[in-house]
Each structure stands twice: as structure tokens, then as C-alpha cells.
């Protein structure tokens, strides 16, 4: 048979239900076929990857198992890897899916992988796994966590003394929720279990804290393998509810004895299955999003179970503070998820000893389980202390900063007992003469009342940082459970800075004075801290909020020299210093006081540096990277690097136009002499086009005949040739028609016959027997998108016969060119005109099929036009779907109208 070259259709493919795993190869076979290409001549191994439907599966993670080799598939499934060589595995894995492997030798465009489906199960009557199961196929990661304070989080007594009083002897002191909460009464159980008690509450949502000591084994798992690596996906708009709350985290828990045991992570990599044990599957939360579950959340003032509503406060604020900062951000350098922070590199190379043989890591890869937050460690590379000291007159002028430089979230951040104190202290070295703080920048009251030698530092020169709540009376600090309001929050973001400023007296005569800043962590509240008698942290350790001689951790000290030289005794003119360089030189004024001289002038002459008078240091030249000139007019964006203007990039002389010189002087920059030769004014519809006097003039048009009369030939400014398809306007339409096309397998039983009736003039006809071309197009139409079916040409000549009176016959024994073999046209103005059109044998240009099924795609329906090439006459009927009486992918018969 004879199909219509020009014309693509769409592959239909019909969907069913395979039987796995046969149907998955043999679809592959398919599928493959139809989406990969010839390949990616730079790739070493490329293939596809599907769900277990055989629906492609875009952004999944594939790569070389236990490399850095990876990347994501685009929406066709299809991805490539550059790098690989050799023998490898490649593992594919998607969130919801299990994580698949397959053994490849590059290279390979053939390497397929389908993903199924972890089902949606979640067994009430599952038993976590205990942790020591674990540790035999992952003995490094269990020893990390063992004595965590996740492992730990079930029995804090800090928790249990909070809640219920009985963590610790004193525990009843201070605020218990059981005693002074609001909600105590109609909410005893609280959420408190959620986050501390997983296991217990997953096996009863809603169920209180178990009392301690326990020796129930949910109780002592605290936060346990089993719990985070069973979490299937937590809802990205319910952040603010509280640890494994219903609706807010799903887990996974399978039935074992008919599924496989589902654990989720974040290598993406691994391939172990071992049956109603273990199956791997990515889980990209985990890396962030699973520790807001606990580390981000909101009271419910009217408990309605919406922690989400604007009537609450944001209790735990740690992952929206990281959020909103650049840490979050995977474009920005300061990018850092909480596992990356929190969950530092181990240094091990194997996370399963269970393999055989071992599969080796990069240790990068490999986080410890301690999961550690609060240590000395990350107290201590938190933040940065800056301070500077001058002297103005007899007063001591202090400015301390302090920067958020290294922690991707607000410092400090967790429940909101936690604080941090400044202390700014001066005094004169010599006999330890302690200054007398002038200023009003002082440590608020929590901070402590009392002995500042014991820790009390409220009323102290410095700052308390914290976020502290009300209740509904004004009372604060209350507990976030019945908070309604914020005090005040007064705590740094991620990469801000604090800067506080401190006034001291300098008392009389000369000296060395010492200025010296502290910045302290403390685990809560001093007030709270006494009230229940704490000496140590919730885990057992030592507390250093009660402990000399910081009274909490010292996360970061400075401290600065000023020297005092006064003008006691002094005549007129002696010279004196205020320790301020930036003064010039002081002298007294004879009356006892020290008088500034000249400012000095830090000018160093060079604009690639920033001068600055320091009142400590003096005259400070600091390299800056702003605009600058080297001189050159042919360069541009230069800039100053290292204390020097650096040139930039040649300056770009590009005008755009092909008919000028692109030249450039250094004095004067650009110059644009024009030059002859070819060129393109940037209309597709003209050829040819050359240079004249700098400027681009057009050349001829195109030739955008296709040569098919069915077409419409035209000439696009931006496209060039445009050959459409497209029946012609202004025809006679029929009467009534019908139209019969058959597409045999025998290629001589091909047939299209029409038969057409209607008005037509005489005088349209034409001379076909001497000049007139007639042909006969079929235009199948897709979506109102019309496609040239069949071109049928019959060409003026000997075939033709005039018959009188405007009519004409086309007979042609031997059906060339198109098969044509019989046309007849008697035209009558009145309407009663009869066209009739026979083609067939193995020149007829039968349609291709558009499916296996069906020769037209008919929407909204099959248009023929007759056509001839000198009056510009044609002949149209549009055939509906209503008017068919055979549509099939070898027949199509049809009446219009």
C-alpha cells in the first residue's frame, strides 16, 4: 500500500494490566523503542526509568552505587552518567519506591530500571524493631546513638519535671503542666509523648507520658532507628503540629509476614533486600523535614487540633528559622541541610557490615547517629564575639557584636527556656580597680537576681538573648503550652549581627584598662533552674548554669586593651593619651583634662582600599573589590582585587550589525568601520542579502513552493517557508457528497472515490485540456489542526477532454501520476452540477492510518477540495463523523451533509 510520506500520526498505545515480570520485559521492549534515543554520544551509561505501570518516572535519583556519581531523570525517565566506567551498579530511587539496582559494564544506552511502588500500610498491631537488632548489621551507627540524646529523649527528666514534676526530687517546684497548665483539666495527656515517647504514642495517639523510671522497652528506645527510618512523608503544611502527630507524619508499618520491611533513608543507594527483613527507599525528608517534626512546632490555644491556625505560638522555632535563611537555599554557598550540620561525618566507610563482600564508602557519606546539638562542640562554633574599646575623655567607650556566623538557624533556638548572656566587664590592671558601667545596655532580669559572683547576672552590663511568652493574665515567662503572646525575641538570626554598645568611668590616674566579653549559653531560665533544683541536664550531665566560674557554657570570650595616661597634675600642653589613636595627638589642657589634637587622616591615596581609623588600632587599609579604571578604554567591569585595579573583561564591541569592523582604541573605546560582504538582515523571506555602506540591504525572496497544490505557500519573516495545510476559502460547497477510500493490502485494489453535486459555473472550469491543473486534496483534521491526508494531481494535457457547454472529462488508462483514472464535471449554475472522481490501483496515495484501528482521525471532520491552479476555483464538502457509514483502518465510507 501507498501511504502519504509528509504526514506524521501519533503512537497510540492501548494501557492494560501487566502480569509481572514478564509483561515489565516485554514493555521495555516497547517503551524503550519508543522514548530512547540513538543516545548521548558523551554518555558512558544512559537508559530510563519507569514505575512498575510502565509510566516514565521524571526526577528520579540514579546513580553509581557508593560514588558521587549521579543525577535526575527528565520527563521522559530517560538519564545519562558520563563518568562511569567499567563494571558498576546503578541503583534508580524516588520517594514512594523502593530503591532498584542493575549490574552494567559500561558503556551502555540500555540501562533500564523500574521502580515499584512501597505500599501504603500501616500495621497497628507492628512492633518497632529494638535497636540492638539493628546494631548487628550496623554496629557504628548504634554506638553513636546509644546514650544520645535521642536515645535518651524518653526519660529527660527535665521533660518529665516539666510535665508531670517526678523526673527529679525538686521536679514538682517551678511550673508542672499536670498543676498550673490551663489545659491541664480537659487535656492532661498533652503532646509531650509525640516527640519524647514515639513508640508509645504511635502505638496510642493521644496517650500520655509514661512516668520514669520505666522499664517498658517504648520508653527506654526514646527516639529509636525504627521510628525515623519508618517515616514515609511529613506534610509540608502542617510543620507547626507537634512530633508523630495523625495527618502530619506517616509512617510505614508493615505487615511483615506479607511485606517487605520498608526502611527509609537518604543514600539512595542502597540495593539490600532481604524479605520480611529489609527493603530500602529514598526518603529526602529525612535530610531536614523529619527533624521539624519535633524541632518545629506551635500551641493550639483553643484545641481544636489545628496547630496551624494564627491564634497559636510558635513554641519550637528551629526549622523556619533555618527556612527563611540562606542555609535553606540550594543555590546560595551557605547551603546546609540539618543532617549536614547535626549529623557530621563519621569517618567510617562501611554502613553495613552485613555485606559480603563489603561495599566501601566515601566517608563523607557516612553521618554519625549521635545527633548532637548542644554539645561544647557546637556551643562553641556558633557564633562570633567581636569587641572594641576607646577612651573619649574620662569615659571608657565598649561596642561588642555579636554575629551569627555558623549556625544555619536563629542562636539561640530550641524550647524556649533556652537563653544566652552577654556580660561586658572593665577594670584597671593595675589594681584591679573595677569600672563603674555608666550605660543603660543591661541583662535583663532573667538573667538572673542576685549575686553576679554567683551567676546572677540581671542589672549587669550586657544582653540576654531569648524568646519569652505570656499567658493570657501578662505573666511571662510562661510555658509555651499557655502562651498567647510574645514578650519579646530578642535572639540572632542566621549570618545577622547584634551590636551593643557600654559606657564605663574611668577613674583617676593612669593605666592599663582591660575590657573583657563573655558570651554564655544556658540551658534555662536561672529562676527555673533554682525552683527545681537542678545540678544536672536532663540526660544526667553535669549543669553548667549552676557551675563556676561562667554559670553556663562559654560559648565565645574577647577582650581589649585601652591605655589611660590622665593629665593629673599635668601643665598646659603636656601631652596625654585617651587611648584613642584616632584622636592624633592629645595634650592636657591644664586643668587635669586630656584634650584631642588633629583627627587623624587615613588616606592612603589608593581607591582599592577602604581607609578607616580604628579607636584601638589607628589608621587600618582594608583590600575592597569596588569598581575601578585601569585606564584602558577597551576594558570593562574592572575591579579592585588585592589593593590594585585588576582590568576586566575586554570591553565587548559587538554592534550587532555584520556590516561594520568591530575594532577597539584604547583612548577612545569602540570604533565601527563598515566593511562589504555577505550578510543577514534577519528576514527569513530574504536571500542573498549583502553589506552596503555599514548597512545590511535585502536580497530576493525564496522559492516556498513544496510543489503539492494541496498547501498553502507562504513566507514567514521570523520562520521562512511555511507550507500549510489548510482547505481553501471561498469554495463551492456540495449539495451532497459521499466519499469511499479503501486501503488494501494488495496495493492494486486501492480505490478513492468521490461524488460531489452543486452549483458551478461554467466559466470557472478553465482550459485543462491546453493550460488548467486540476488536483483533488483530502484533508484529515485533528483538534481543528488539518494535515494533508492525500494530494491527487491531474495535469492539464491530452487527458483532458472538453465536452461543451463548460463540461469536462479527465480519463487516464494508465492512473499516473496519482492514480487518477476517471474525473467528470458538469457544471450547472443552478445547483445541480455533478462531480464525479474515481482513483485507484497502486499510484492511489492512500492515508496513513493515524491508529491501528482507524484510517482518518476525522475532528471535527474529513474535508475534500477540488482545486484547479488558473481561475482559483474550488470545490469543498467537510465529511462529520454523523455522515460515516464505515470507519475503519482500511475503509473509510462517508456521506455529507
Not at 102 to 114: C, K
Not at 463 to 478: H, I, L, Q, R
Not at 485 to 509: H, Q, W
Not at 672 to 678: A, L, Q, R, S
Amino acid at each position: 500500500m501507498t501511504h502519504v510520506a509528509d504526514r506524521e500520526h501519533p503512537t497510540r498505545l492501548s494501557h492494560q494490566q501487566f502480569s509481572l515480570p514478564h509483561a515489565l520485559a516485554a514493555s521495555l521492549v516497547v517503551v524503550s523503542a519508543l522514548l530512547l534515543s540513538p543516545g548521548d554520544v558523551t554518555a558512558q551509561i544512559s537508559g530510563l526509568v519507569f514505575d512498575q505501570n510502565v509510566q516514565p518516572i521524571e526526577g528520579a535519583r540514579v546513580g553509581v552505587q557508593a560514588s558521587n556519581e549521579w543525577t535526575l531523570t527528565l520527563a521522559d525517565g530517560s538519564y545519562s552518567i558520563a563518568d562511569a566506567t567499567g563494571s558498576v551498579t546503578v541503583v534508580a530511587a524516588k520517594k514512594g519506591h523502593y530503591n532498584e539496582s542493575i549490574a552494567v559494564t559500561a558503556p551502555s544506552a540500555t540501562a533500564n530500571l523500574f521502580l515499584f511502588f512501597v505500599p501504603a500500610e500501616d500495621d497497628p498491631a507492628y512492633t518497632f524493631v529494638d535497636p540492638d537488632d539493628c546494631g548487628s548489621c550496623h554496629p557504628d551507627q548504634l554506638s553513636q546513638w546509644t546514650g544520645s540524646p535521642m536515645a535518651k529523649a524518653g526519660t529527660n527528666t527535665w521533660v518529665h519535671d516539666i510535665y508531670s514534676g517526678t523526673g527529679t526530687p525538686g521536679g514538682m517546684g517551678g511550673f508542672v503542666y499536670l498543676n498550673d497548665s490551663v489545659f491541664a483539666g480537659h487535656n492532661p495527656e498533652s503532646e509531650c509523648a509525640s516527640c519524647h515517647q514515639p513508640e508509645s504514642w504511635m502505638d496510642d495517639p493521644f496517650s500520655a507520658m509514661v512516668g520514669i523510671p520505666s522499664s517498658d522497652p517504648k520508653v527506654l528506645h526514646g527516639v529509636s532507628c525504627d521510628i525515623c527510618h519508618k517515616i514515609a512523608d511529613i506534610d509540608e503544611t502542617k510543620l507547626n503540629f507537634p512530633g508523630l502527630f495523625p495527618g502530619h507524619v506517616t509512617v510505614t508499618r508493615p505487615d511483615t509476614s506479607t511485606s517487605h520491611q520498608v526502611q527509609y533513608g537518604l543514600l539512595g543507594d542502597t540495593d539490600f533486600e532481604a524479605i520480611g527483613s529489609m527493603r530500602a527507599s529514598y526518603q529526602p525528608q529525612l535530610a531536614s523535614e523529619v527533624c521539624a517534626a519535633c524541632h518545629q512546632d506551635k500551641n493550639d490555644p483553643d484545641e481544636d487540633g489545628d496547630f496551624e491556625e494564627a491564634n497559636g505560638v510558635i513554641s519550637e522555632p528551629t526549622y523556619f528559622e533555618w527556612d527563611v535563611s540562606p542555609y535553606a537555599d540550594p543555590e546560595s554557598p551557605y547551603y546546609a541541610t540539618c543532617v549536614d550540620c547535626h549529623m557530621m561525618p563519621s569517618g567510617e566507610i562501611e554502613a553495613c557490615n552485613a555485606l559480603d563482600p563489603p561495599l566501601l564508602r566515601d566517608p563523607s557519606t557516612l553521618r554519625s547517629h549521635r545527633i548532637e546539638g548542644t554539645t561544647p562542640y557546637y556551643l562553641e562554633n556558633a557564633a562570633d564575639l567581636a569587641l572594641d574599646a576607646y577612651l573619649v575623655g574620662s569615659t571608657l567607650h565598649v561596642e561588642a557584636t555579636v554575629t551569627n556566623s555558623l549556625t544555619g538557624h536563629h542562636v539561640p533556638t530550641g524550647v524556649t527556656v533556652r537563653n544566652m548572656i552577654l556580660l561586658v566587664e572593665a577594670e584597671r590592671v593595675e589594681d584591679a580597680t573595677e569600672l563603674t558601667h555608666t550605660g543603660t545596655q543591661v541583662v535583663h532580669d532573667l538573667g538572673g537576681i542576685g549575686d553576679p559572683a554567683q551567676g546572677y547576672y540581671a542589672g549587669e552590663a550586657g544582653k540576654f538573648y531569648s524568646k519569652v511568652n505570656e499567658d493570657a493574665m501578662g505573666n511571662g515567662p510562661t510555658f509555651f503550652t499557655d502562651a498567647v503572646t510574645i514578650n519579646f525575641d530578642n535572639r540572632i538570626p542566621a549570618l545577622a549581627s547584634d551590636p551593643t554598645s557600654y559606657t564605663f568611668a574611668v577613674p583617676p590616674g593612669d593605666g592599663t584598662l582591660l575590657v573583657e566579653a563573655r558570651l554564655i549559653y544556658r540551658r534555662a531560665f536561672r529562676f527555673l533552674v533554682d525552683a527545681k533544683g537542678w545540678t544536672e541536664d536532663g540526660h544526667g550531665n553535669p549543669l553548667a548554669d549552676v557551675a563556676p566560674p561562667h554559670y553556663g557554657h562559654l560559648m565565645e570570650s574577647a577582650s581589649r586593651t585601652v591605655l589611660a595616661v590622665s593629665c593629673a597634675g599635668q601643665p598646659l600642653g603636656a601631652s596625654c593619651s585617651d587611648g584613642n589613636p584616632c584622636n592624633g595627638s592629645e595634650t592636657c589642657d591644664g586643668v587635669g583634662n586630656c584634650n584631642a589634637g588633629v583627627a587623624l587622616v587615613c588616606d592612603d591615596a589608593n581607591g582599592c582600599t577602604t581607609d578607616v581609623c580604628d579607636p584601638v588600632a589607628g589608621c587600618q587599609y582594608t583590600n575592597n573589590t569596588d569598581p575601578c579604571s585601569d585606564g584602558d578604554a577597551c576594558t570593562t567591569g574592572d575591579a579592585c582585587a588585592s589593593g590594585s585595579c585588576v582590568s576586566g573583561a575586554a570591553l565587548d564591541c559587538n554592534d550587532g550589525n555584520p556590516c561594520t569592523d568591530l575594532t577597539c582604541d584604547s583612548g577612545i573605546g569602540c570604533t565601527y568601520p563598515p566593511i562589504p560582504g555577505p550578510c543577514s538582515d534577519g528576514d527569513a523571506c530574504t536571500l542573498g542579502d549583502t553589506c552596503a555602506a555599514g548597512v545590511c540591504q535585502p536580497g530576493t525572496g525564496p522559492d516556498c513552493d513544496d510543489g503539492d497544490p494541496c498547501t498553502t505557500d507562504t513566507c514567514d519573516s521570523n520562520g521562512g517557508c511555511m507550507n500549510t495545510a489548510e482547505p481553501p476559502a471561498g469554495c463551492f460547497v456540495a449539495d451532497g457528497a459521499s466519499i469511499d477510500v479503501r486501503d488494501r493490502d494488495q496495493d492494486s485494489k486501492d480505490r478513492i472515490k468521490l461524488s460531489w453535486r452543486g452549483a458551478t459555473p461554467a466559466a470557472d472550469v478553465g482550459t485543462p485540456w491546453t493550460t488548467t491543473n486540476y488536483a483533488l486534496c483530502v484533508y484529515d483534521t485533528s483538534g481543528e489542526e488539518p494535515s494533508v491526508a492525500a494530494t491527487l494531481r491531474l495535469p492539464a494535457g491530452a487527458s483532458w477532454e472538453d465536452r461543451g457547454a463548460g463540461s469536462i472529462r479527465y480519463k487516464d488508462s494508465a492512473v499516473s501520476p496519482d492514480g487518477v483514472k476517471v474525473f467528470d464535471l458538469a457544471p450547472r449554475a443552478n445547483g445541480t452540477s455533478r462531480m464525479k472522481f474515481v482513483a485507484s490501483g497502486a499510484n492511489t496515495p492512500t492515508p496513513t492510518p493515524v491508529t491501528p484501528l482507524l484510517m482518518f482521525e476525522q475532528d471535527p471532520g474529513l474535508v475534500t477540495a477540488l482545486i484547479n491552479d488558473e481561475t482559483s476555483s474550488c470545490w469543498t464538502t467537510t465529511f462529520p463523523r454523523a455522515g460515516n457509514r464505515r470507519h475503519k483502518v482500511d475503509r473509510f465510507k462517508s456521506r455529507a451533509p
